[in-house]
């Protein structure tokens, strides 16, 4: 059995981040990537997709962003980025690795692999985070619908949708934006439980990202006194919410329920439609820890700030609300990776 120092799970932005803390605390990381590339999920999102923060608040430690500081990456550049940034960094990257499970044995962990191979760590830092699995809320009749059903993870560009009666379940930006896109070529709603909550991109001609900085606001402990909320405000310059306004797409309460090729809306009519496009969210894919005790009953990590409650070994980079608003965003997740890498070092070195 091969022994390492701390097992980083998953390679990217997070798994990268931690990696390069762990390296300036002396540890030597290997990171375990489930797939063939050092990109996490951003090769798996729509084509369109664009950053809502500059690329001057974009970077992960060691490596800026390059190119226009004030322009909004979009997702091919992500991905170039991750690359740039995996290749200089000085550490064991092992692609096409994919952890199935963690146990604790002794004071350290057992890792197995998919096709059989077992890894001993002292440390085990978990950074698949919190974008691993679909979120896809039960919806009434949902499983009869004979139209098309996608998660927006699964949506890539609106060609195919041409002429089309579609529905986009959400509020939030994936969800506005994706339902503003396939109004150019498809009749659209947009359907969801909560209304949408609007923030301004710029304020008094700023960047809200250079607001959230220059405040603190980005980097404050905001989840140590409240739980994230159940929706977050759209970032808009001013283009989805004219659109929404011109009904383009029209905006309406979720469907009560599916029956075959209709829904039926909160006043009770029924309407055949061709596709329906669930643009909720994402749960963390943590499925790997549960023989550590390490989860909720809701699947959900136990931790604090990122230090898990269950093992002093165990530490979380990349979730959503981990400790800030920006814990899950590239512009974040080095703040939360420095701390999980100090931590662990003092527990590890520790006499």
Known sequence: MEHIDVAVIGGGQSGLAAAHSLLAQGLRPVVLEASERTAGSWPR??????LF?????SSLPGLTFGGDPDRYPHRDEVVAYLGRYAERLDADIRTGRRVTSVRAVGEGFELDLAGGRTLDARAVVAATGGFGRPNRPALPGLETFIGTVLHVSQYRAPGPFAGQRVVVVGAGNSAVQVAAELAEVARVSL???????????????RDLHFWLTATGLDAAPLARFQQRPASMAVIDDGRYRAALAAGLPDRRPVFTRVDGPSVTWAGGAAEDVDAIILATGYLPDLGYLAPLGALDAAGRPRHRDGASLAHPCLAYVGLEWQRSLSSASLRGVGRDARRAAGRLARTLCRP
């Open 45 to 50: 999102y729509y084509d369109s997709l664009t």
């Open 53 to 57: 923060s500059p690329a001057r608040y």
């Open 191 to 205: 359907a969801s439980r909560a209304p949408v909550r609007w923030f301004p991109q710029r304020l008094f001609g």
